[in-house]
């Protein structure tokens, strides 16, 4: 077992896997930027190493400079985290050069299931579903054109080594599809530096609904069942939840065996994410492999009640998968909010600054996984991720009134934050039904909570006697526009 | 004694009542009662509103503005005298800074003359380049920023006036 692991990596999760250090008697080395020397992970840590200048490049993306702090330390494995050099295959190679047991798979397995297009040649072995595309890139428009022919129209452009949307386009005909073929190779070479694009079939209202798997160096493999992750905003996750709603047993126990088929073939090995697309009548297919512990673990920990980054540890080391398969079942619901220092009436501008107070929620099957802390200072060379709130309950309904109790306790002042939307979510019908798609929030507004003015004047009427006498302001001198809420507000939803 | 009120550009007209132990406001007319416990929360003063129990953040932005956060809404109170200067300071078309970043590039200079929507200054922060722009035609009276310098939310970027 490892005596002490660097985590090169920040902000929450880099907490989350000190957390799990602590409870397996490792040592936690944390490494951190100039402008994170107050965060949280440096604080929890045993030991800490500064690396660097704020621009990722100069600090966690640095594979020298991760490398020397691990030298430094006399740490014995890393933990990347998710994000940042958690799905680079060249560091897990550099990582393997050195003699450090990197905490992931392999790099070539790395390497594989970042190139979408060997994915899906390597996928396309076993008798998983896929959705129908190409398998072989190619430079030739009328390979592309009657690629499109067969599997019809529309579908989908993208690009090879990419995520996020970017590269993405949708096309209807063959001029949509020259067009989109000719933006899609710039933005991924300029995304990416890779300009090689596919296309596949595009699924109308898909649901997003992914599998969490674990395998150890012994071959053994399994499923942790799913979590769905259809509410999303410009493809990034905002809501996620387990069970997914959409699943019937028998899809449920199909999709558990498409992932470890999946993770077999590809030679998997830690922790790591098979996902999936859902049509409207319910089928899946193969979307990708992602090979990292993910954002949203904690709602596969909460259901199952496993804890899976002390499982990465331990494969990491060598140990063998001792849960079982049939050990595994999901026991009530949770679903994950991510909270982000983001203004929701002002076009989701990221709105980093000082954290003046906080008020955080707890009580019965409440799971707060916190990067910030009340007079902490936000960066803003980084992703604006304040949180995540993940709550348990025996059935969904309950948990649904469970986060709107956590939300309603939770206040942040000091930095705009989106928890006014996610309150809202969870409040939305559709939402309770269970009935939605990755296009929910495209269809979602945002709307002014009804509120008594008089009651707020009266308030503001005495606010002098409440106000700290002697407060300088760092300068929220920002009044709220009104007229202007709305309009942005649906504009910025529509994305 | 009567003070006029802006609450989120809405205008009210209260009156406050010092009590023994609570406050007495009159709102419009409406009689409020208001019970403040002078415990902080992280924060948080407890008010009791007519019996409604509110935690409510009060910030003071400057004399007589405030902002006051109660639940997750975020209101702008400002009594007669900062509506005023606040009003006079749009006049003159202040434009601030609307959160912390790196002044990537500066578009124009002292004396220019700028048009509505016309870029003035690019802002960086969080991988995200923000255009600056004006919010009236003008002359750039006032440019206290230099290219790489960093600023705080609200800082002063660009003073346009209207070229008369």
Redesign the interface.
């Known amino acids: 077992m490892f005596k002490k692991i660097l985590i090169a990596n920040r902000g929450e999760i880099a907490l989350r896997i000190i957390r799990a250090c602590r409870e397996m008697g490792i040592e936690a080395v944390a490494v951190y930027s100039d402008v994170d020397r107050d965060s949280l992970h440096v604080r929890f840590a045993d030991e800490a190493y500064h690396i660097g200048e704020a621009q990722p490049d100069k600090s966690y993306l640095n594979f020298d400079k991760i490398i020397d702090a691990v030298r430094k330390s006399g740490a014995d494995a890393i933990h990347p985290g998710y994000g940042f050099l958690a799905e680079n295959h060249r560091f897990a190679a550099r990582c393997e050069e050195e003699g450090i047991p990197f905490i992931g798979p392999a790099s070539k397995t790395m390497a594989l299931v970042g190139d979408k297009i060997s994915a899906r040649q390597t996928v396309g072995k076993t008798d998983a579903p896929m959705i129908p595309g190409m398998t072989t890139e190619s430079r030739d428009f009328a390979e592309f054109e009657k690629f499109a022919k067969q599997i019809g129209y529309p579908v989908l452009l993208k690009a090879s080594m990419g995520g996020g949307g970017k590269g993405m386009r949708v096309a209807h005909s063959p001029d949509e599809l020259k067009k989109a073929i000719e933006f899609g190779r710039k933005e991924a070479q300029s995304a990416f530096g890779d300009d090689t694009v596919y296309i596949e079939k595009y699924i109308q209202e898909p649901r997003h609904v992914e599998v969490q798997i674990l395998a150890d160096h012994h071959g053994n493999v399994i499923h942790l069942f799913e979590r769905e992750c259809s509410i999303q905003r410009r493809y990034q996750k905002i809501v996620e939840e387990s069970p997914s709603p959409a699943l019937d047993d028998e899809t449920r126990r199909k999709m558990g065996e498409a992932a470890v088929k999946i993770a077999k073939i590809v030679d998997y090995r830690n922790a790591g994410t098979i996902e999936f697309l859902l049509d409207k009548d319910k089928k899946f297919y193969f979307l990708e492999v992602n090979a990292r512990i993910q954002v949203e673990h904690p709602v596969t920990e909460l259901v199952t009640g496993r804890d899976l980054v002390k499982m990465q540890i331990a494969i990491a080391s060598g140990e063998k998968l001792t849960w079982r398969q049939e050990d595994i079942v999901q026991n009530g619901h949770a679903i994950e909010v991510r909270v982000y220092a983001e203004d929701p009436d002002?076009n989701f501008?990221?709105?980093?600054?000082l954290v003046?107070?906080?008020?955080e929620p707890c009580g019965p099957g409440i799971r707060l996984d916190s990067g910030i802390y009340?007079n902490f200072t936000i960066p803003?060379?980084?992703?604006?991720i304040i949180s995540k709130l993940i709550v348990w309950a025996e059935d969904r309904d309950g948990c649904i009134e469970r986060m709107k109790r956590a939300?309603?306790e939770y206040?942040i002042?000091g930095v705009k934050?989106t928890?006014?939307l996610l309150?809202q979510i969870m409040e939305d019908e559709r939402f309770k039904s269970g009935d939605y798609t990755t296009h929910f929030l495209e269809k979602f507004s945002l709307y002014d909570?009804e509120?008594d003015?008089?009651?707020?004047?009266?308030?503001?009427?005495?606010?002098?006697?409440?106000?700290?006498k002697i407060?300088a302001?760092?300068?929220?001198?920002?009044?709220?526009k009104?007229k202007w809420k709305l309009i942005n507000r649906m504009r910025a939803l529509q994305k | 004694m009567k003070?006029t009120?802006m609450?989120?550009?809405?205008e009210?007209e209260?009156?406050?009542t010092e009590e023994k132990d609570r406050?007495l406001?009159e709102?419009?007319g409406?009689p409020?009662t208001?019970d403040?416990s002078a415990t902080r929360?992280?924060?948080?003063?407890s008010?009791l509103?007519?019996g409604?129990s509110?935690?409510?953040?009060?910030?003071?932005?400057?004399d007589g503005?405030?902002?006051?956060?109660?639940?997750?809404?975020?209101?702008?109170?400002?009594f007669r005298e900062a509506f005023i200067e606040?009003a006079m300071d749009e006049s003159e078309a202040v434009i601030?800074a609307?959160?912390?970043?790196l002044v990537s590039e500066v578009k124009v200079a002292l004396n220019d003359k700028v048009t509505k929507g016309q870029p003035l200054v690019i802002l960086e922060?969080?991988?995200?380049f923000?255009e600056i722009t004006a919010k009236t035609d003008g002359i750039v009276a006032e440019l206290p920023v230099n290219q790489g310098d960093t600023v705080?939310?609200?800082?002063k970027l660009v003073v346009i006036e209207s070229a008369e």
Request: net charge neutral.
């Open positions: 002002n501008m990221p709105s980093p600054g003046e107070y906080l008020v009340q803003l060379n980084y992703d604006p939300l309603k206040r002042v934050t928890l006014k309150k909570d509120i003015m008089n009651k707020i004047a009266a308030i503001a009427a005495v606010s002098e006697k409440i106000t700290p407060h302001s760092k300068g929220e001198t920002e009044g709220i009104s | 003070k009120i609450v989120d550009n809405q009210f209260v009156e406050v406050f406001v709102v419009n409406e409020h208001i403040i929360f992280n924060g948080f003063s008010m509103v007519d409604q509110l935690q409510v953040n009060c910030r003071r932005v400057k503005d405030y902002l006051l956060t109660i639940g997750h809404n975020v209101h702008e109170v400002m606040a601030t609307p959160m912390p970043g922060a969080m991988k995200m923000n705080s939310i609200g800082q």
